[in-house]
């Protein structure tokens, strides 16, 4: 690590995304950013501060948060001018996204200076990846509203997405949320909640709306600890078969030639959220032109 400046440019400032759980998710160009830094900008010092000394570095901390975030660009613009290398960081996960940084970023780029992101771990692409989710479009929302007026109509844009939608939520929030989505969305559209991620606790529940209000209310566990929260896409329904996804009929017909015709269909029903009349329908005609 000793020649790590030497890979770090002057006149930029590096967004450096921390563990959002586990220490040892941390990466070796992060690690190599810390000892390069001359200030590293910190949602919560002590925070950072516990990071670096797990890795044996000390350096300068400069509090940023959102309510300073203006104000400090001013000084950051200086040092970078100076020729000083400035790493920012927030509490968890990446600068920026549901965290200070944006505001920053944005007066680093007006001042005609380079903004370098060290990327690494992520809440909203970690709990996409283990969810068992369609992942190639999804919408990330952030934190949803706080009062329930507010969260219930943004809920309700989301009543027939064709998309999943990954929310954040506060612990102390997480059973009015679902609460909110089961009167909006119904009781059946699932959700996926990630809980704890990286961390010993670690959780994920993988339940129809109703079933996972009815989980949290249960098990007080379940209202603790950094939420993510996910809506799946809404079902689908075809009402024609010449609707049907070609991928859809291509596996009912495989499964129709071995399966009992009311099995294959309950099996490509679920596979696809799509209804179970219409392909035993399917699965009839396909067997009587055989």
């Known amino acids: 690590m000793n ?13 450096v995304a921390t563990p959002i759980g586990n220490l040892a998710d941390v990466t070796v160009r992060a690690i190599a950013s810390f000892h390069a830094a001359d200030i590293v900008l910190a949602e919560d010092t002590r925070v950072t501060g516990s990071l670096l000394s797990a890795y044996g570095i000390s350096k300068k901390l ?8 203006r104000d ?14 400035v790493v920012q960081v927030s509490d968890a996960g990446t600068p920026g996204i549901s965290d200070p ?29 283990a969810s068992g989710l369609e992942t190639a ?8 509203p706080p009062k329930q007026g507010a969260r219930c109509k943004t809920l309700q844009q989301w009543a027939q997405a064709d998309y999943a939608v990954v929310c954040y939520e506060a612990p102390h929030r997480i059973l009015d949320c679902v609460a909110d989505i089961v009167a909006t969305l119904g009781p059946d559209r699932p959700l996926v909640l990630a809980r704890e991620l990286t961390k010993t606790f670690e959780t994920f529940l ?27 896409a809404a079902p689908q329904l075809a009402t024609d078969d010449d609707e049907l ?12 030639a071995v399966l009992p015709t009311k099995q294959a269909a309950g099996i490509v029903a679920a596979h696809y959220d799509l209804n179970k009349k219409l392909l035993y329908d399917c699965a009839l005609k396909l067997k009587s032109a055989e």
């Open 3 to 15: 020649s790590a400046r030497e890979t770090f440019v002057e006149r930029a400032l590096y967004v």
């Open 62 to 69: 400069v509090s940023l948060r959102e309510h300073n975030e």
């Open 72 to 85: 400090m660009s001013a000084c950051v613009i200086r040092w970078l001018e100076e020729g000083k290398i």
């Open 101 to 129: 940084g944006a505001r920053l970023a944005e007066a680093v780029w007006a001042a005609g200076l380079r903004v370098v992101p060290i990327v690494g771990p992520s809440a909203v692409v970690g709990a996409m990846s």
């Open 137 to 144: 479009r999804f919408l990330f929302h952030g934190f949803l």
């Open 206 to 232: 993988r339940l129809p709306a109703g079933e996972l209000l009815e989980r949290i209310r249960s098990d007080s566990n379940q209202q603790r600890g950094e939420c993510v929260l996910i809506i799946d």
């Open 245 to 256: 996804p070609a991928a859809a009929m291509s596996l009912l017909a495989e499964l129709a």
